[in-house]
């Protein structure tokens, strides 16, 4: 038995080298730090998860309703005949005839509307779609066939037409009215215009943090045709009004195809995103609505004025309202998550150097519990924000947490001062997070200084720590 009581000494000194060394401290809040990383990319995978659930419901919505719309038109359709040379070889020259089309643009299109929103509900998630009034003028000049070289001979002015690109027909919750020259023209719906028109896909929400769904397009175009009824080039009249009563979600959108295009728009959302390639040339927001007013040229867009059939696209110029519902509690609570290892290891500093200063001892098991109560905290944001917002919920979450942790301490910091230091700690923590979020311009200045000085006070707080005394 004597021969075993050195190795037994040797064992306990070991044992209370361990409990008491600054190194094997650090190193186990180290690894603690470590292995809480993982459960916090679990977080941001369920905000994530969250985020696409929410916009999944606003499709599901809008799909139902209508999806966000975008007009591009009225734009003049005229069939010609045209004649292709067939080299046969040794069998010499033949001449096909087939039909193809001019499409002309208007000289100048002006648009004036009315928006009105509406909240729909699903869930705890809202959706905005809204009925609109359009009043679309446009004023056409005389076709110039000779620059694209067509004979006037071969053209058939008898089945002259118009068309108007609307991107969801199912939003027409009424027979539109299209009058050419101050007489009504019977419409009829197409999904094939022969023109190629972009649509906004209603889940995209460009940069506003959410999933992006890229925009697709349409090789043909829908929307409404309108025979003219025109015999002879003498019977062309340029001037068209269109009214048209339609529903859509989330976004109403405009094509610039006039050589001078205005837009106003008026309604009763207060809160409108003005998004495409275009911002209005003035814009009026109050707590009843707003109105806002767009002027573009055919020097700002990417497409003629003219073309024959298969020659261009009417994309890249698109501009109007997005009624989104704001959801950026996802964004909010995403940017927040990224920030969780900071408050983890400021959170596990400040204990230790409690521990170190204090002789206190700290089990690393009471580490974990406090880490699992920093990583419920996010659980508890995201939760909290779908229904009652992001800033609300952030500080109930914060508070929650605070004192839960504040709570706890009370079983190994036993004295009041130093509870009280701690929470107080935690909550500037939290504060300082909340700061950085919010103000997003300045956020990386902020986080800079407020990290040099958070360094700054643990240098003045660990200077008299004998790091090699243990």
């Not at 679309?136 to 008898?158: C, G, H, M």
Request: aromatic letters at 12%; glycine letters at 6%; proline letters at 4%.
């Amino acid at each position: 038995m004597e021969t075993n009581q050195p190795s037994l000494n040797v064992f306990e000194r070991l044992n209370q080298w361990i409990q008491e060394s600054i190194t094997v401290k650090l190193v186990s809040i180290g690894f603690l730090v470590l292995v809480l990383l993982i459960p916090s990319s679990w977080i941001q995978d369920l905000i994530r998860e969250r985020q696409f659930r929410a916009e999944e419901v606003m499709q599901e919505v809008s799909n139902k309703w209508s999806g966000s719309q975008t007009l591009s038109g009225p734009i003049l359709v005229i069939p010609f005949k045209a004649i292709k040379k067939i080299d046969h070889g040794k069998d010499g020259v033949t001449l096909e005839e087939y039909t193809e089309r001019y499409f002309l643009l208007p000289e100048t299109l002006s648009v004036n509307g009315k928006v009105d929103p509406t909240l729909l509900h699903r869930g705890i998630f809202d959706v905005a779609v809204y009925s609109s009034e359009l009043e679309t003028k446009a004023n056409f000049s005389r076709p110039d066939f000779a620059s694209l070289n067509i004979d006037e001979a071969n053209v058939f002015w008898k089945d002259a037409y118009m068309i108007f690109a609307i991107s969801d027909l199912r939003g027409i919750s009424e027979n539109p009215t299209f009058t050419v020259g101050g007489a009504g023209k019977s419409t009829e719906p197409s999904s094939n215009l022969g023109i190629s028109v972009r649509k906004h896909n209603s889940s995209s929400n460009d940069n506003d943090g959410s999933i992006p769904v890229p925009d697709s397009h349409d090789p043909s175009g829908t929307g409404i045709i309108a025979k003219l009824g025109w015999q002879t080039a003498e019977d062309f009249i340029g001037n068209t009004v269109i009214k048209i009563k339609l529903k859509g979600s989330q976004r109403l959108s405009f094509n610039p195809v006039g050589k001078t295009t205005t837009v106003q728009l008026a309604g009763t959302w207060n809160d409108p995103s003005f998004d495409g390639e275009f911002l209005p040339e003035s814009r009026t927001i109050t707590d009843s609505g707003f109105d806002a007013t767009w002027k573009i040229l055919h020097y700002n867009r990417p497409f003629s004025q003219q073309w024959i059939e298969g020659g261009e696209k009417l994309s890249g110029a698109e501009f109007g309202v997005k009624l989104i519902v704001p959801a950026d509690q996802y964004q909010k609570s995403i940017r927040t998550s990224k920030y969780g290892q900071l408050i983890i290891i400021l959170t596990f500093v400040a204990l230790f150097l409690v521990e170190i200063t204090r002789k206190i001892r700290i089990h690393p098991f009471q580490y974990i519990l406090i880490g699992a109560a920093l990583i419920i905290y996010y659980t508890l944001l995201l939760s909290f924000s779908e229904q009652v917002g992001y800033n609300i919920a952030y500080w109930i979450a914060s508070l929650a947490t605070a004192s839960l942790i504040s709570f706890y301490s009370v079983s190994f910091l036993k004295i009041r001062s130093l509870v009280v230091l701690f929470t107080s700690l935690l909550i500037v923590f939290y504060t300082f997070i909340f700061i950085i979020v919010l103000q997003q311009d300045y956020s990386l200045l902020l986080g800079s200084i407020g990290l040099f000085l958070i360094v700054g006070s643990l240098m003045y707080f660990a200077r008299k720590i004998a790091w090699y005394k243990n």
